[in-house]
């Protein structure tokens, strides 16, 4: 059965998109059966890894009754990734769920017919805390947070954490952080790098940097594997994914 995770901020500009990307073009490349669902209404996941918006009735119908989520999904070009692609009707996708009954069951309920197909299965959550994040998160094994290393987006990370712990249904979610877009020439970056091992046990070690490779990567249309499999960031991809990896398997999830 899948591991599902969502990658989710409440913060954007954070970099959620590019891990969501290269994080599933790593656990592709490594043989798993991996899916992308691209719950943002940008659609960033989607235009990146070179798939047009094709969600039959628009990605919005998944908030509809009877919506199967295997019908929307589609192959895309890099790594046998599949994906279910977003588009702009997403914004409306609150009022869709709010419109139905246990509106934060309903991915989990969507996605549980096809849990079998994939080993991994990404939701790359648009930002904030809403009720389709909420219903992703519900869904997933491990919220995997990225962290800008300056005050607001921590403190935005500490308040997703907050929010887990205090709900008693997310009991068996794991929600844990990265640094990513770090810039080591500023000293809070260097500072908080530095500290980061010793002060919370739930940041991550990896860290991704601030590169012109991810920055371009839409403009590619294309993640950076397999295109740039030995520059730093694609490293740094790879480190992150064996890290999350080592972290579910010692939690003891499949």
């Known amino acids: 059965m899948a591991l599902i995770i969502s990658l989710l901020s409440i913060k954007g500009g954070v970099g959620k998109t590019s891990a969501t990307v290269n994080l599933a073009a790593q656990a592709a490349i490594g043989g798993l059966r991996t899916l992308v669902v691209d719950l943002d209404p940008q659609g960033g996941a989607t235009y990146t890894l070179g798939v047009d918006e094709q969600l039959p009735g628009g990605a919005r119908t998944i908030g509809t ?10 192959p895309t070009p890099w790594l046998e990734i599949d994906l279910v692609p977003a588009d702009f ?12 009954g246990k509106p934060k069951r309903r991915l989990a309920e969507i996605v549980r017919p096809v849990r079998n ?11 904030g805390i809403t009720l389709a994040n909420e ?11 990225p962290i800008v290393p300056s005050t607001l987006p921590m403190r935005a990370f500490e308040q997703l954490r907050a929010y887990v712990h205090a709900n008693r249904r997310l009991h068996a979610l794991q929600a844990l952080g990265f640094l990513s877009m770090v810039d080591r020439r500023k000293r809070i970056h260097r500072e ?12 991550l070690h990896t860290v991704i940097p ?19 499999r030995a520059s730093a960031p694609a490293i740094a991809y790879r480190d992150l994914w064996h890290e999350v990896q080592r972290r579910m398997l010692n939690r003891g999830t499949s």
């Open 65 to 74: 009754k009877g919506f199967a989520l295997k019908q929307a999904i589609v």
């Open 89 to 100: 009707s997403l914004r409306h996708l609150d009022l869709d769920l709010s419109a139905r």
């Open 117 to 127: 197909r994939y080993d991994v299965i990404f939701i790359d959550c648009a930002p």
């Open 135 to 145: 219903s992703a998160v519900r869904a997933s094994n491990l919220a995997l947070v």
């Open 192 to 203: 908080l790098i530095a500290s980061t091992p010793t002060f919370d046990a739930a940041i």
């Open 210 to 228: 601030s590169a012109v490779a991810i920055e371009t990567m839409a403009l590619r249309r294309a993640p950076l594997l397999p295109t740039s």
